[in-house]
């Protein structure tokens, strides 16, 4: 990406917190670019929600100023900023008794007349929305009826419907299981692809950092921004929860409890997917893997045969057999 590549959305010097005291975040500088998609991390109550409330010019900052398209948020016309920026809130009221169509028509309004007339491009615009979030089956179903995943692709087909260069969104996958979180972090990213900008809040890492191109992390009232890999370089992640029960695990790409190692074990065998799933019951219950054997720890050596898959499990001269990794994981625990 070129440098030189104006950002259109930029802050500078921007401190935020609630109702004036107690600043959340200070003299924040960041921006981005047009077409990328940013993930906004930070713990609970670290200013994520305010941050984004700033950004879409529904509370003003402590200090400095959000640009967008160089130009101060709150000093653009509320219509003609509907239709550069928009932004699906966690926990937004939904009417229950509108249909999928009439809640994305809503998207709309900046658009519409006074008496909010839909007209062909309209609702060619309201199919199309739906349609991208794949909702097409849906249109005349009462929001009422839908999961928690169909209702949170409705409230994002309403934003697309708006048209704008910029799509904010605030945990758009808070309580959503790993398929529908896979799929609602997918739209986004199409629409990264399409050329709009995106910014998310998330606790989700993993998700992050599989379609991110940039994060924020809010960190001791600050933001660390950067491209994704290039904060894990900076061990950023790991600062952020460096003085609680769990680590960043670089080689797994993910946050893990802390646990009191309780041995070392010797593993081998001869399939490499019930070799990783082994690796992993057995790293779980506190043990690291060593690559030599050694009369000091246990040894597992694992066979995949014709039916079944078996673990044989040395120590102390002792040697016991299992055929399934919950049973060999019961006979860990007592032996060492």
Not at 122 to 150: C, T, Y
Not at 229 to 251: H, P, R
Not at 302 to 312: C, D, G, K, P
């Amino acid at each position: 990406m070129n440098p030189e590549e104006k950002h259109i959305i930029s802050l500078e010097d921007i401190s935020i917190g609630y109702h004036g005291y107690d600043e959340l975040i200070t003299q924040v500088n960041a921006g981005i670019r047009k077409g990328e998609m940013v993930a906004l991390i930070g713990k609970n109550g670290s200013g994520k929600s305010t941050l984004l409330r700033t950004i879409a010019a529904l509370k003003k900052p402590a200090n400095g100023k959000v640009l967008i398209e160089n130009r101060v948020n709150t000093t653009i016309p509320e219509q003609e900023f509907a239709k550069i920026l928009s932004f699906v809130e966690t926990g937004t009221t939904i009417v229950e008794n509108l249909t999928v169509y009439e809640l994305v028509s809503i998207g709309r309004h900046p658009y519409t007349n006074w008496w909010g007339r839909i007209k062909e491009r309209d609702h060619n615009k309201i199919l199309e929305a739906i349609g991208f979030v794949g909702m097409n089956n849906f249109s005349n179903v009462p929001v009422n009826r839908l999961s928690d995943g169909e209702r949170q692709r409705v409230m994002i087909a309403r934003a697309l419907a708006q048209e704008t260069k910029l799509l904010l969104l605030d945990e758009p996958t808070a309580f959503l299981d790993l398929p529908n979180k896979f799929e609602i972090i997918n739209v986004l990213h199409r629409l990264k692809k399409s050329g709009k900008s995106v910014v998310f809040s998330t606790h989700d890492l993993e998700t992050a950092f599989l379609f991110a191109d940039k994060c924020w992390v809010i960190h001791e009232n600050k933001i660390v921004h950067g491209g994704v890999e290039d904060l894990g370089i900076e061990n950023v992640y790991g600062e952020i929860f460096k003085d609680s029960n769990i680590q960043f695990n670089e080689e797994e790409m993910k946050f893990i409890p802390n646990r009191v190692l309780k041995g070392e074990i010797y593993l081998h065998g001869n399939s490499e997917s019930v070799l990783n799933w082994t690796k992993r019951a057995v790293i779980r219950l506190g043990y690291s893997i060593n690559g030599n054997i050694s009369s000091a720890y246990p040894e597992i050596k694992q066979e995949s045969l014709a039916e079944n898959n078996m673990w044989i499990v040395s120590f102390q001269g002792n040697t016991s057999k299992f055929t399934s990794l919950y049973d060999m994981t019961r006979h860990l625990t007592k032996i060492n």
